[in-house]
């Protein structure tokens, strides 16, 4: 089953009154093999016309959806409750934060320096010999594929970061929609597709997809040029290897997993331990622990008194998790974490059907050091490990042994000795390192990262929040000795687009 939302309003908008109570038992079909030809074949074609329209038409298109899915929230958020079993707060803050993202990158495309125009005008006096004219800016790559993930079924979903960007930067988005939320985006979709088509966008823009296999055919399609992911490391890895065995191998853009490591110094303990336990707490069970920035290990000085702490963890409300994939999957691990000889449960959480409530655990810093592959490993879900070291130099060696994360924190003091070496030793495992902060709040931004090396991510050279993010969309072409009237918009004589541009390696005045 396709849909592409090019339908009545009111047709797309029948029976949402009861989705709430009637998504977890209505099923929807998979998306059938020649259904994905149609989408992708109509993607495809619209993809010339779409990537050519000037940044300001895309970006009132932007604008359009931004309002529409604003405008639907009282049908979208109790379908998003009752298929991800988020609270309503929290629901209608993501839905909040998605039509921020699209706004943001409406604002980005319009300013256009994103495209990163520069002009080299004819020298013949170059010092390597003549040089001719080239121009180079970035251009839209085609049809991209995004996989929604369960743990954001709004801002990293069918109208999350992912589509946001490829829509900015003149792709269209084909959306395979999770199967945690099937409803909520099919929903969101038909919002999105209908506020599209209502602003001029060429048909065959945006659609979504359902069913495992037709993800996996979608990343395979001749036709697809990139893919937006976010989920789990084996997945994830996954869909990328089918990626790079193509014919013709396109990018995979895919956040997996990471630990996100705290590295708490003995003066920064000493001088406000027990602020940093109650936010280490209140960061790790946000969301019952299901943010992929959650704070899985935290490293104190082995004599740190944790009863307060304890006594926070065991006080916390219940809360349910996303699905029983997700339940099945934390179970699991939380077991193979419990159940090493080296490490001790502080609090074990609860579970009942209403939810869970969070566990600690605890272990030593040798015991990590000899055991990196199980104790270093994410846990998802609402449950966290202490661990306990005796020399601070001890710190630098846990953090030559991480893997990729997507973030690494340090709560210091800024003379610590030890501090400057983290930094640089986390520097290289990490896209975003913090500094007395907690990493579970990720800011759309002009300067976030939210990436970083294998297997937080699986192109270390990008992010999926924040506005270079638009950068994966797209690829660099030089037009060398092309006539003035034949060049694209921004790289005419005159900046007819009035866009940020380098003239011979320098800003362009005027």
Known sequence: MTDTGMTNPESANAGTANAGTSAAVTPIPDTGPAELDDVMAAAAAAAP???????????????????ALDAAAEELVPVAIAESHLPEARCRSELGRTTFQLRFFADLIEEGAYLEAAIDVEDPAWGMGPRPDVRRMLVPLGPVVVFGASNFPFAFSTAGGDTASALAAGCPVVVKAHPGHPHLTRLTGR??????????APAGVFAVVLGMEIGQRAVLHPLTRAVGFTGSIPGGRALHDLAASRPEPIPFYGELGSVNPVFVTRAAMKARGEEILSGYVGSFTLGAGQ??????ILLVPEESDLSTLTG??????????????????????????????????????????????????????????RHPGVLLEECFGPASLIVGYTEEDQL??????????????????????????????????AGRVLWNGWPTGVSVTHA???????????????????????????????????????LP???????????PRKVNGKPESG
């Open 489 to 499: 918009e921004a790289l005419r004589d005159g900046n007819p687009l009035g866009i």
């Open 448 to 486: 976030m990262t939210h990436g970083g090396p294998y297997p937080a991510t699986t192109s270390v050279l990008h992010t999926s929040v924040g506005a270079t993010a638009i950068r994966r969309f797209l690829r660099p072409v030089s037009y060398q000795s092309v006539p003035n009237a034949l």
């Open 396 to 429: 630098a060696d846990v953090a030559g042994l991480l893997h990729g994360q997507l973030t690494s924190t340090v709560h210091a003091e800024e003379d610590d000795p030890v501090a400057p070496r983290l930094l640089e030793l986390l520097t290289e495992r």
């Open 191 to 200: 919002v999105v597709a209908q506020a599209l088509a209502d602003a001029g």
């Open 49 to 67: 016309a779409f990537g050519g329209l000037r940044p300001a038409r895309r970006a009132a298109m932007l604008r359009a959806v931004a309002d």
């Open 312 to 369: 926070d963890v065991a006080e916390r409300a219940q809360a349910p998790l996303l699905n029983p994939r997700v339940a099945e999957g934390f179970e699991h691990r939380l077991g193979e974490l419990a159940e090493q000889p080296e490490v001790e449960v502080l609090v074990r959480g609860a579970h009942t059907a209403e939810g869970w409530t969070p566990t600690l655990l605890r272990t030593s810093v040798e015991a990590l050091v």
């Open 291 to 296: 943010f992929c920035t959650k704070p899985g």
